[in-house]
């Protein structure tokens, strides 16, 4: 951190602002439950700042009198926390005569945290329980629940398409006497469900007869646009089906709607397509295998303007990647 986060006025900053999602204080004496709820709900959210050694309902400067004391304490209280809290030594900030310990949650931690079984968050300057939807969608945007390996309800077998499976196979190189559906239960497209085996989102995706039926959002949107801006004036195409087919149309619609230009290589003329279409394809394999399946409401976006292409992939970045680490940091979705 830079210096000047560790003088006395930080803490008069963050005690002029008010208790928020990602700010909060108790005197030295809290209890350890209460410590440790709050580390949990900020883990679980966006994490956050809390400050001991202050009274709590005033916002004034009592500070802690025993500081090993108190940093054991906070280590105890990220102790309590399934997985435990892994968090930085707290800073000892002197404000005037006393002492005020800061302790940071780091944001885009990469597990879902909970506190004797209850998942919490940080709702307001409250502590909350996490509902049943946001609970599911906070442990797959970290990876803990992934969306693809979920079976939708009433989905069969039958939502299959055999022929696909079986061009899959033998793609993989594998004997045509291996049973499809041995295959795909060890791949997790399959999973057991007392003595029947029923398709996850993956499976309908990549093999499902309808694969909207399941996932409405996962397609791709092709347009031309004539100009550098979006416009009413384009020619779009909408991709469906599984996701191999909607790559397959993807490059159809590449060749049909990339300009072609000539250029000199050696003595000779070319003509190409404006963009490599190898580079392009693999932009939206990378967009259809990466995205977020979980986000609902939008699809893959793949605009071509006159001076430029774009590929668009709803879902944010997974995990704990964030900007800053984001060159760095890695995680499998």
Partial sequence: MESHEHTPLNVLTLLAQGMGPELHWYPEDVDNSRLAATLVGMANTSGGTVLLGIAPRAGRVQGVSDVGKTIDQVFQAALQADPPLILPVPR????????????????????????????????????????????????????????????????????????????????????????WKNVLEQRGCLVRQGKKRRPTYAALLL????????????????????????????????????????????????????????????????????????????????????????????????????????????GGLPGPINLKNLLQARFSR
């Fill in 92 to 179: 000892i900030e002197a404000v005037g005569d006393d002492r005020v310990a800061v302790i940071v949650v780091p944001p885009g931690l990469p597990h879902v945290y909970n506190l004797d079984g209850r998942y919490l968050w940080r709702d307001g300057h409250y502590t909350a329980p996490l509902g049943a939807r946001q609970l599911r969608e906070l442990l797959q945007a970290r990876g803990v629940v992934q969306f693809e390996a979920r079976v939708p309800p009433q989905a069969k077998l039958s939502d299959l398409d055999v022929e696909q499976v079986k061009a899959y196979i033998a793609a993989l190189g594998l004997s045509g006497d291996e049973d």
């Fill in 207 to 314: 093999f499902g007869k309808h694969p909207q039926q399941w996932s409405p959002s996962a397609s791709i949107t092709a347009a031309r646009f004539p100009g550098t801006a979006l416009s009413d004036q384009f020619l779009k195409q909408d991709l469906r089906g599984t996701l191999p087919q909607q790559l397959r149309q993807a490059e159809i619609f590449l060749n049909d709607n990339l300009r072609s230009v000539v250029r000199v290589i050696g003595l000779t003329h070319q003509t190409t397509p404006e963009y490599p279409l190898e580079a392009v394809r693999e932009l939206l394999v990378n967009a259809v295998a990466h995205r977020d399946y979980n986000a609902q409401g939008d699809n893959i976006h793949l605009h071509i303007f006159a001076d430029r292409l774009e590929v668009h992939s709803p």
